[in-house]
Structures are given as C-alpha cells and as structure tokens.
T-cell receptor, first 116, second 114 residues
Framework: GNSVTQMEGPVTLSEEAFLTINCTYT??????LFWYVQYPGEGLQLLLKATKADDKGSNKGFEATYRKETTSFHLEKGSVQVSDSAVYFCALSEMDGNTGFQKLVFGTGTRLLVSP | DGGITQSPKYLFRKEGQNVTLSCEQNLNHDAMYWYRQDPGQGLRLIYYSQIVNDFQKGDIAEGYSVSREKKESFPLTVTSAQKNPTAFYLC?????????????FGDGTRLSIL
C-alpha cells in the first residue's frame, strides 16, 4: 500500500536557522501531496500542497517541491521563528480501491522546536 | 466563519460507558472523517463518510461507531468495547471534488478514562 516516511524528530533549531524536514513517499500513480502543521492542543492546519510533479507549494515562508524522480516532498523554510514550533505532518492522497473514495495517508509527524 | 466544530474539548469516560463526540461542519463538504491520534504518533483513520447515510470503516474501527444522518454532522461513539480509548480525536471534512482537495480539521476532543 501507499506510505509516507518522515524524518524522526524532534528537530531543534535556533531562531533564524534554515529548516528542512524530509518526507518521502511510496505510491502508485500520481498522488497529491500535502504538508499539515499541528500546534499544541490543536487540530491540523493545511500548510501547503502540490498536485503534480515539479509543482512547488508555498505558504508563510515554507516551501516544498513535488519530486517524482526521488519520490520526495521535503519541507523547507529559510529562517524559522519561535512561533513555528509545532508538529509537521506530510501526507498523500490515495483512492480507496473498493469505494473509489479519496483518503489521506499521513506520516508519523516531525516535531520542530525553535529556541530564541 | 465556516469551519469544523468539535465538542466537547475534553471528555472523561467511566468504565463500561459509551460516550459520543460531536463533529459539525458548515463548509458544505461532502466527505467527513474521524481520526485517532496517540501521543507522539501520527493519525489513524477510524471511520469516514462520503455522503449522507453512508460510511465506511477505516483502519481501526473496532470499538467505535458513527452515523451520518445529516450532511453537516458526523458524531463518533466510543463504545465500552474500545478498551484503550484514551487519545486525541480529530474530525475532518473535505469537498469531494477530485484528488486535489485537502482535508480540513477541527480542534479535536481529548478523551480520558476516569
């Protein structure tokens, strides 16, 4: 089946450092790819998405490029802030073979801790 | 503002008791989902529904039940058969128009055992 693999956390950075959170996937076909962010005690918020190869999703200074050749969707930010501390989830869309219904497959999440 | 409302934010269950978690959306989304999140782990799909009066089991449906009598509502019941119910429960919805549409999430309900 389809799967998403994220780097183990926590990722600990100082403010204004460069961020990379790795995400690779295994999938049949060409799924859409998503990054979600979860702040403490809250639900998930969509951060960005990409729907086809070479697409770049971006939002709030975060970027990720859909790399079909390496099956990757790494999240990057040039200068992190303390307020970016959260858990980040990579996900892909897949179709349920029985119902034809779209579901998301999530990675296990990567915690980011940014210190002043 | 459109969104997904989950209630209550915190819920306590006694042994042998069924409890129901509420999820309401006013986004006019077709599809709705329930996930369970355990500490330090990802999301696991419990149930999902594509249309009113229809729903499907996800990966961990045992000990849970749902209903979808209205488009905007998708309550989850945690039954006494669920022996380890302590977790953070997230409801999501999605406009079912192709694979590019993201899921939108509520703020969650944290369930604990008394």
């Amino acid at each position: 089946g389809n799967s998403v693999t994220q780097m183990e956390g926590p990722v600990t950075l100082s403010e204004e450092a460069f961020l990379t959170i790795n995400c690779t996937y295994t999938a049949t076909g060409y799924p859409s790819l998503f990054w979600y962010v979860q702040y403490p005690g809250e639900g998930l918020q969509l951060l960005l998405k990409a729907t086809k190869a070479d697409d770049k999703g971006s939002n709030k200074g975060f970027e990720a490029t859909y790399r079909k050749e390496t099956t990757s969707f790494h999240l990057e930010k040039g200068s992190v802030q303390v307020s970016d501390s959260a858990v980040y989830f990579c996900a892909l869309s897949e179709m349920d073979g029985n119902t034809g219904f779209q579901k998301l497959v999530f990675g296990t999440g990567t915690r980011l801790l940014v210190s002043p | 503002d459109g969104g997904i409302t989950q209630s209550p934010k915190y819920l306590f269950r006694k042994e042998g008791q069924n409890v129901t978690l509420s999820c309401e959306q006013n986004l006019n989304h077709d599809a709705m989902y329930w996930y369970r999140q355990d500490p330090g782990q990802g999301l696991r799909l419990i149930y999902y529904s594509q249309i009113v009066n229809d729903f499907q089991k996800g990966d961990i449906a045992e000990g849970y039940s749902v209903s979808r009598e209205k488009k905007e509502s998708f309550p989850l019941t945690v039954t006494s058969a669920q022996k380890n119910p302590t977790a953070f429960y997230l409801c999501a919805s999605r406009l079912d128009r192709g694979r590019n549409q993201p899921q939108h999430f509520g703020d969650g309900t944290r369930l604990s055992i008394l």
